[in-house]
T-cell receptor, first 110, second 117 residues
Framework: TQLLEQSPQFLSIQEGENLTVYCNSS?????LQWYRQEPGEGPVLLVT?????EVKKLKRLTFQFGDARKDSSLHITAAQPGDTGLYLC??????????FGQGTELSVKP | DVKVTQSSRYLVKRTGEKVFLECVQD?????MFWYRQDPGLGLRLIYF???????EKGDIPEGYSVSREKKERFSLILESASTNQTSMYLC????????????????FGAGTRLSVL
């Protein structure tokens, strides 16, 4: 069974700090997706990483896919209160389905 | 703009009631999903439908059933609601198949928070 484990599960930081969220698996994924879920809303896709070693940037967010395509990280620089939310990684589970990690709950205080 | 609409944001039901959660998408997607979201457990797949009248059990189908009579609509049914089904329910849709890179983007509704008393 393919599993994705995220760490940390909770993160509470002050505005302006940097942070990294990790998504790890013992299985190889052909791609990994990162979603953000804001309070009271459904998850929304942030990025898809496809190639081992790939780095993608979305403003202050940097996403990296591990060389072996078993892990990924999300780094946020100078976090802002608007970054608050639940961050989820997801990988292809076969047959059009996705496997989701448990999520990282981020709170950025002003 | 793509849209997945869940009929209720909040529902309160009594134990033993039959509960219907409705989801409609306007993107002509073949795939539709029902997830349950609980703190610390991420999103767990309840049922998946890849075409009208076609369905597949997910990881936690017990106590649930689904109906897909039209392409745009996917309903989740709790035959006899129980307190352990109190949760956030998320509906999603996506394009068919595996996609180019093994995982299609899923588009989510805003969720239905169900409380069973």
């Amino acid at each position: 069974t393919q599993l994705l484990e995220q760490s940390p599960q909770f993160l509470s930081i002050q505005e302006g700090e940097n942070l990294t969220v990790y998504c790890n698996s013992s299985s190889v994924f052909s791609s990994l997706q990162w979603y953000r879920q804001e309070p009271g809303e459904g998850p929304v896709l942030l990025v898809t990483v496809v190639t081992g070693g790939e780095v993608k940037k979305l403003k202050r967010l940097t996403f990296q896919f591990g060389d072996a395509r078993k892990d990924s990280s999300l780094h946020i620089t100078a976090a802002q209160p608007g970054d608050t939310g639940l961050y989820l990684c997801a990988g292809g589970g076969g047959g059009g389905k996705l496997i989701f990690g448990q999520g990282t709950e981020l709170s950025v205080k002003p | 703009d793509v849209k997945v609409t869940q009929s209720s944001r909040y529902l309160v039901k009594r134990t033993g009631e039959k509960v219907f959660l409705e989801c409609v998408q306007d993107m002509d997607h073949e795939n539709m999903f029902w997830y349950r979201q609980d703190p610390g457990l991420g999103l767990r797949l309840i049922y998946f439908s890849y075409d009208v009248k076609m369905k597949e059990k997910g990881d936690i189908p017990e106590g649930y059933s689904v109906s897909r009579e039209k392409k745009e609509r996917f309903s989740l049914i709790l035959e006899s609601a129980s307190t352990n089904q109190t949760s956030m329910y998320l509906c999603a849709s996506s394009l068919p198949g595996q996609g180019l890179f093994g995982g299609n983007i899923q588009y989510f509704g805003a969720g239905t928070r169900l409380s069973v008393l």
